[in-house]
């Protein structure tokens, strides 16, 4: 793509970054993957130690992958756990690694939001393929090359907003960092009003965050030049319907996200015209296993995400279990034939809870507590488990107008909400203004697990099909 006049207007006006990409038929499409996973095979096979012994280990013969179906179970599962281990500070990308070191121009990690960050190396190429798996968000959204964005968040090592970053220049766009030594959401605030970036970069929280400090400095956020939010690191900008309510009318903008995970980092963008993710099929196959069966679940039903990647030849990721939980369908009302998680993700398969025969799923919990008026967007999501169930108890910060007398309304109603609405009764605590963790402009934790190490073990070992 090109910016300004190079771009006719009717190239202004397609409905999709890639038409020919995004309405390929399902045959081509597998054809594609089928060619790819195919040469990916062989090319880990004969440059990576990590699948090298994997796949000797569990006698996997490259030749013998001739389908779809062959490579989903014949293949291993890998996990972050699997490849981990091999990662020191004299062996950085541990045996994850299909390059020669002087050909890295990007060292990444993993968040760590779910414990040691896992290291990744980019070669030049995956800096600007990755980059270009987040157009398709852009675009749909009506973001075009002649926006200006702004990153509000701290770069760190965070693969997934470096590749955000990425994104936007591979659009053609100017960019504008928000991190820096001493810089405060203030700060940032005035750079918006100064440089009027058209698009807003960060989390979901953070950006609510922002409002909220804009208004504190007597600015009104939607009168600011920002007309497009995309939202990534945690979920809700667009897959939690009244967090996307908030942001859009705090900022009076439109919202777009992505699903993402930061070990191989192509996004999914969601759909304008649906409620969910399309994978973003040029860059990566996707399939969706039943974590109690591992086979494939039917469209329509919900089991773990399951990727493969072709956008980082430096490290790979094979048949990489993403722990998300999705429900797969082949249709979207706005035409694109990739594949579609509806809803978006629904949990994952580390906190998904079945209490009292209900599965209980963090999405729907969060888009109830989102809507409540009284709560704040600060709230968290506890794991627990007493007299062997597994139990969620939901902690709400109160808004700084809702008297402490009020509480236990908020909290009665909110438990009667969600019996109606999940089928079961949850424990509910509303706790005082500023009294759970604040992020600094990265992701913010909102599931805490704080159930017994060792069956949380026993949890994991019950989906652990590989090895």
């Known amino acids: 793509m090109y910016k300004g006049k190079l771009l006719s207007a009717k190239a202004y006006q397609a409905r999709y970054w890639n038409e020919y990409s995004q309405t390929m038929s399902r045959e081509k499409l597998n054809e594609l993957h089928l060619k790819r996973i195919k040469n990916l095979l062989r090319y880990a096979y004969e440059t990576n130690k990590f699948y090298r012994e994997l796949y000797d280990r569990h006698k996997v013969n490259i030749d013998d992958i001739k389908t779809l179906d062959d490579f989903k179970y014949k293949v291993p599962l890998t996990d972050k756990p699997m490849i981990q281990p091999s990662q020191t500070p004299d062996n950085l990308y541990g045996d994850n690694l299909s390059v020669d070191e002087s050909f890295i121009v990007g060292h990444y990690a993993t968040s760590g939001t779910t414990g040691k960050p896992l290291y990744e190396a980019w070669e030049d190429y995956a800096i600007w393929r990755i980059g270009q798996s987040w157009c398709p968000a852009y675009w749909s959204v009506g973001i075009r090359p002649e926006d200006t964005f702004y990153f509000a968040f701290d770069f760190g090592g965070f693969a997934g907003f470096w590749s955000a970053y990425f994104g936007a220049l591979r659009f053609g766009a100017k960019v504008i960092s928000g991190a820096g030594v001493g810089m405060t959401t203030e700060k940032r605030i005035q750079q918006i009003l100064e440089l009027k970036p058209t698009v807003l970069v960060a989390t979901p929280t953070y950006t609510l965050h922002m409002a909220n400090a ?254």
């Not at 007597?218 to 996307?244: C, L």
């Not at 679940?297 to 995400?305: A, F, L, Q, T």
């Not at 704040?376 to 107008?401: G, P």
């Not at 236990?408 to 109606?420: D, F, N, P, V, W």
Request: net charge negative.
């Open 214 to 467: 804009a208004r504190e400095m007597g600015v009104d956020p939607a009168k600011t030049s920002i007309k497009y939010y995309v939202g990534a690191g945690e979920p809700g900008s667009a897959s939690i319907p009244m967090i996307r309510k908030k942001i859009e009318e705090a900022w009076g903008c439109k919202c777009a996200e992505v699903l993402g995970v930061s070990e191989p980092p192509v996004v999914a963008p969601t759909c304008e015209e649906g409620d969910g993710f399309h994978e973003e099929e040029m860059h990566q196959f996707a399939w969706v296993r039943d974590p109690d069966t591992g086979k494939e679940v039917n469209e329509g039903d919900v089991g773990e995400r399951i990727i493969t990647n072709f956008s980082n030849y430096a490290t790979i990721w094979i048949n990489y279990r993403t722990h998300d939980l999705v429900r797969p369908t082949y249709s979207c009302p706005c035409g694109c034939t990739w594949l579609y998680y509806k809803g978006g993700v629904l949990g994952r398969t580390d906190h998904m809870l079945t209490y009292k025969g209900t599965n209980i799923y963090q999405s729907a919990v969060e888009n109830l507590v989102s809507s409540f008026s009284g709560a704040s967007d600060y709230f968290q999501l506890v794991l627990t488990r007493e007299n062997e169930e597994d139990l969620m108890t939901i902690k709400v910060e109160a808004k700084e107008d809702l008297p402490p007398e009020q509480y236990a309304t908020l909290a009665e109603k909110l438990r009667m909400e969600l019996k109606a609405k999940i089928g079961v009764t949850l424990p509910v605590e509303i706790v005082p203004v500023q009294s759970l963790p604040r992020s600094a402009g990265g992701k913010t934790r909102r599931v805490i697990d704080l159930r017994p190490e060792d069956y949380k073990m026993e949890l994991a070992k019950k989906y652990k099909s590989f090895e």
